[in-house]
């Protein structure tokens, strides 16, 4: 008879399992007092170690102050406020904002729908695309299952999150073929996130297409700009748009192109 916990990513059928019940700095013991050199600190999240006396202290001396209250308006808690704070100070971006979450699930979820959430907001509902790497794993809930590119991880639970799709993790520029391949391009479709392909004007050339967005990628590889071409290439090939180049032959095109993309 199984107990009545059911285990994640476990057969429900399991009955026997390996037991921890102690943890010092970067060991762990099971029932038996066998010892074990944590190397995945858990599932990474236990990074300062295990039995941490002064992070013991700190939350016993937060849940005996206030252990929690709920931050919807027009609420706030002073220790939110210091730890976001800080977490701002530490952050590279200086106009950014800090949304707390309990979990990697729950910040994956939250950021695909802050997304797709700014691009509503902007006026332009219909970009909806969301791209991960192929093996990425990016939690279990329902965003994260949709966006991970772990095939069996997703078995069972369709129909996914729509408008969510991976690339080929080896490949550099798996992303650039996807946004710019013939008579596909996502670009086109208005539908590429604008961190990808540039803003609204890059967005309305590119909605051009045809032989002058090949030409844009030809250029871009013939001078070895790897990695991700796409946003690149869009700009160059706006601004060429306004020059007046799309109306040229293409050997003018690509000669323009050629000389932008090497000051790139």
Wanted: include cysteine.
């Amino acid at each position: 008879m199984p107990h009545t916990y059911l285990h994640a990513f476990t057969k429900p059928s399991r009955s026997e399992f390996l037991t921890m019940v102690r943890g010092e700095g970067a060991r762990v013991y099971d029932s038996n007092g066998k010892e074990y050199i944590d190397g995945m600190a858990s599932l990474w999240y236990c990074n300062i170690g295990h039995g941490n006396k002064e992070m013991a202290d700190a939350i016993a001396k937060q849940v005996t102050t206030l252990e929690s209250y709920n931050n919807f308006d027009p609420f706030s808690t002073d220790i939110t406020d210091v730890l976001t704070d800080k977490l701002h100070s530490l952050s590279p971006m200086t106009d950014n904002r800090v949304f707390l979450c309990s979990s990697g699930s729950e910040a994956v979820d939250t950021a695909m729908k802050l997304a797709r959430l700014a691009h509503v907001q902007a006026g332009r509902p219909e970009r909806t695309i969301i791209i991960s790497r192929g093996r990425g794993y990016h939690g279990t809930n329902f965003g994260g299952t949709s966006a991970q590119g772990l095939p069996l991880n997703k078995i069972g639970y369709d129909p996914l999150v729509p408008d969510v799709t991976q690339v080929d993790p080896d490949d550099i520029e798996a992303l650039s073929v996807m946004a710019c391949s013939s008579g596909q391009s996502w670009i086109a479709s208005d539908r590429m996130p604008r961190a990808l392909a540039g803003d609204s004007e890059v967005q309305a050339h590119m909605g051009l297409l045809g032989k002058d967005t090949g030409l844009a990628m030809q250029a871009a590889q013939e001078v070895g700009f790897v990695g991700l071409l796409a946003p690149v290439a869009a700009a160059t090939f706006a601004q060429a748009c306004d020059q007046g180049w799309a109306e040229r032959d293409d050997a003018a095109m690509l000669a323009f192109l050629r000389t932008h993309l090497n000051q790139a």
